[in-house]
């Protein structure tokens, strides 16, 4: 059974960081590109990041460029995504996803193995 665990998230403060992580078990991990994507209170589900099966390629939507960046280690099988100067408007849940490739990573209709969401509340 491929499934994603997540951990990381919580209560931080205008301008704090935190860290997510993703550990892969069930799938071949060095054949997935992984994304991140969030769901803001009363808004719908939108990819903001993503890695490439190789690590190589790494892409970002506008909000997170310069703040946010994600990485893989192929050995723990684990993605991450670390998060600095976070603001109000980035509180919401925490997906991260498993998909073929990154060029579609916006779509949440392209994700085939899903985490189980993890809470980031960032208060003003």
């Known amino acids: 059974q491929p499934y994603l665990v997540q951990s990381g998230g919580g209560l931080v403060q205008d301008g704090e960081s935190l860290r997510l992580s993703c550990v892969a078990s069930?799938?071949?991990?060095?054949?997935?590109?992984v994304g991140w994507l969030r769901q803001a209170p009363g808004k719908e589900r939108e990819g903001f990041s993503c890695i490439s099966a190789t690590g190589i390629l790494t892409y970002y939507a506008e909000y997170a460029k310069g703040r946010f960046t994600v990485s893989r280690d192929s050995a723990r099988k684990t993605i991450y995504l670390q998060m600095n100067d976070l603001k109000p408007e980035d509180t919401g849940i925490y997906f991260c996803a498993a998909l073929p490739l990154c060029f579609e990573y916006l779509k949440t209709g392209n994700y085939e193995v899903w985490g189980q969401g993890t809470q980031v509340t960032v208060s003003s």
């Open positions: 069930g799938i071949p991990f060095q054949h997935y590109a």
